[in-house]
T-cell receptor
Framework: EPEVTQTPSHQVTQMGQEVILRCVPI?????FYWYRQILGQKVEFLVS????????KSEIFDDQFSVERPDGSNFTLKIRSTKLEDSAMYFC??????????FGSGTQLSVL | AQSVTQLDSHVSVSEGTPVLLRCNYS??????LFWYVQHPNKGLQLLLK??????LVKGINGFEAEFKKSETSFHLTKPSAHMSDAAEYFC?????????????FGTGTKLQVIP
């Protein structure tokens, strides 16, 4: 079965640094998402992306966050200046016409 | 508006006994519904999905769920729990809103299986 790939699996960064989390969605998919899960809490929606633009974003997705699909295959999440509370597991997902979400295995971000 | 309610944050069953994880949804259109499972320190794995075909959906690992429109429910069941079923389960609703797909997660139910 096709899969969504996320790299790196674990990212450690200092507070205030910029991080880029990378995702390769399934090649013929049209919709792309980022979610995050802070340890012990529920999965939270961050942003959805369709037709090269953000289609929806949550309150969490403030000016420190941005997404990009730079080359037609990668889908990246950038956090400009990380805070301690950004430490979480970040999941990328993509879907095609069937609305079935395929999730990556996640990037564990640790902000020190 | 779209929402998902998972009625139990924790469920504990004995190995070999049935599992019932409850999910109710609210949607102003015909949604697709999913159950995902997350094992400790792992990503999210799709168990099963409902997309307006058969109302009884069979998934992986012996799980199944029944879509009941009149009750706006999509409960997840398994006849006999296995130790490896211990994980967190998320009910998810997805549908079109304003030309875009909107996906909403439930808060999750942690399943404990007692030997």
């Amino acid at each position: 079965e096709p899969e969504v790939t996320q790299t790196p699996s674990h990212q450690v960064t200092q507070m205030g640094q910029e991080v880029i989390l990378r995702c390769v969605p399934i090649s013929n998919h049209l919709y792309f998402y980022w979610y995050r899960q802070i340890l012990g809490q529920k999965v939270e929606f961050l942003v959805s992306f369709y037709n090269n633009e953000i289609s929806e974003k949550s309150e969490i997705f403030d000016d420190q966050f941005s997404v990009e699909r730079p080359d037609g295959s990668n889908f990246t999440l950038k956090i400009r200046s990380t805070k301690l509370e950004d430490s979480a597991m970040y999941f990328c997902a993509s879907s095609g016409e069937t609305e079935k979400l395929f999730f990556g295995s996640g990037t564990q971000l640790s902000v020190l | 508006a779209q929402s998902v309610t998972q009625l139990d944050s924790h469920v504990s069953v004995s190995e070999g006994t049935p599992v019932l994880l409850r999910c109710n949804y609210s949607s102003s259109y015909s949604p697709s519904l999913f159950w995902y499972v997350q094992h400790p320190n792992k990503g999210l794995q799709l168990l099963l999905k409902y997309t307006s075909a058969a109302t009884l959906v069979k998934g992986i690992n012996g799980f199944e769920a029944e879509f009941k429109k009149s009750e706006t429910s999509f409960h997840l069941t398994k006849p006999s729990a296995h130790m490896s079923d211990a994980a967190e389960y998320f009910c998810v609703v997805s549908g079109e809103s304003g030309g875009y797909q909107k996906v909403t997660f439930g808060t999750g139910t942690k399943l404990q299986v007692i030997p």
